[in-house]
């Protein structure tokens, strides 16, 4: 995926920039804190987003810069907007729609930290099939980035991309405690499996949709060019956004399978984004128990339960770190173990591996909402 940075005082050329006026396109708001003058631009089926781009750019006059042409999942761009720029573009027939770029979150519990590991803490992962566990498998954590010298990765992890403009590092220990869950040797579940880091929110745990779609675009270009079976993690979600939902879903029609954090809000999760995307598996979260997490979002978005309550799991600050925390951002990551487990045992389309996931696991979770599933997600 190419960023473009380019401006222009070229006024003259704003006749030529564009198809015939139609009208302005309306911008669609988001339902939450938003970047201030960045836009997510959605451009027509057919339209050539680098014939469109350049004489965009050419035409810029206050200012504007276009940040990102997604290139697999997404057919449009983000920019930096203002003005009569944001105007040439709302009266342009190449586009189909612009949203507001909004901001992402992690949400999860702070737990208690620990400077060492303790091997015998880890419980084993009942049912796990030891075949292969996910050797060959490369798992996307898109996220706060990784601490890949973490003793858990085993030189398992590695730095895959930045977006957003920040350092090559997870200084907030989510992203790291993701990767632990999912893969790490002492806590994870799919312990030879690769872990690839795509930091798309900062050390605060907050970024932009417009560097998660970088993310997602970044991990489906990866999948794809590497030919490998390969699954990505979203702990992290937002309210609604179309532009968000078509990147993952368009990642998942080109192969690339995806575990979805519901939400921490105890709300039904088909009001954000990425959870209510369909083809995705989008978890929610249960205590030792196997009763819904008294935090987690429910409703019929949600596929499966897996354990999101006090997980121990890998953390920053040195090689041997643990922290124990709580959230659907921990009930995400195990079950992209388990989908990394499965496809590096069995292969499988993202449809025939999610039809299995679901059809593996058990009905035992007590507290969802009526019209909410009870299935507790299992190694399959």
Do not use: C
């Not at 128990?289 to 040195?318: M, P």
Request: zero cysteines; a neutral charge; hydrophobic letters at 40%.
């Amino acid at each position: 995926m190419r960023a473009v940075f380019v401006t222009a005082t070229a006024l003259a050329a704003v006749l030529s920039a564009f198809a015939a006026p139609t009208g302005n396109v309306p911008i669609s708001k988001y339902a939450g804190p938003v970047k201030t003058n960045s836009y997510i631009i959605k451009l027509k089926d057919g339209v050539s987003k680098d014939a469109h781009i350049n004489k965009l750019v050419a035409a810029f006059t206050a200012g504007g810069k276009v940040q990102y042409k997604y290139d697999t999942v997404f057919q449009g761009y983000a920019a930096s907007l203002q003005g009569k720029d944001l105007d040439y573009i709302r009266q342009s027939s190449d586009v189909e729609y612009i949203l507001e770029d909004g901001i992402m979150t992690i949400d999860y519990e702070q737990g208690d930290e620990t400077a060492a590991f303790v091997a015998r803490e880890a419980p084993a992962v009942e049912g796990l099939d030891k075949r292969a566990n996910g050797a060959g498998v490369d798992v996307y954590g898109i996220d706060t980035g990784i601490y890949i010298a973490h003793s858990s990765f085993g030189g398992r992890a590695r730095w895959g991309a930045t977006f957003g403009g920040y350092a090559n590092q997870d200084g907030n220990g989510h992203g790291t405690h993701t990767a632990g869950t999912a893969v790490g040797a002492s806590y994870g579940v799919a312990t030879s499996a690769n872990i690839i880091a795509v930091k798309v929110l900062s050390d605060a745990g907050s970024g932009t949709n417009a560097d998660v779609i970088a993310g997602i675009n970044y991990a489906a270009t990866q999948a794809r060019s590497s030919g490998r079976p390969s699954v990505a993690n979203l702990s992290l979600g937002g309210g609604a956004s179309t532009a968000v939902d078509s990147a993952v879903s368009n990642a998942i029609a080109g192969g690339l399978h995806f575990a979805i954090a519901a939400g921490n809000s105890n709300v039904d999760a088909g009001s954000t984004s990425p959870a209510r995307v369909a083809a995705a598996n989008t978890v929610g979260a249960v205590d030792s128990s196997n009763r819904k997490a008294s935090f987690s979002n429910y409703g019929s978005v949600v596929d499966v339960w897996a354990l999101g309550v006090n997980v121990l799991s890998a953390w920053i600050g040195g090689t041997t770190r643990t922290n124990t925390i709580s959230g659907t951002s921990m009930a995400s990551p195990r079950v992209a173990g388990y989908i990394a487990v499965h496809i590096g045992n069995s292969g499988g389309t993202p449809a025939a591996v999610s039809s299995a996931l679901k059809s593996s696991a058990r009905a035992v979770v007590t507290g969802a909402p009526s019209g909410t599933t009870n299935l507790l997600a299992q190694p399959f």
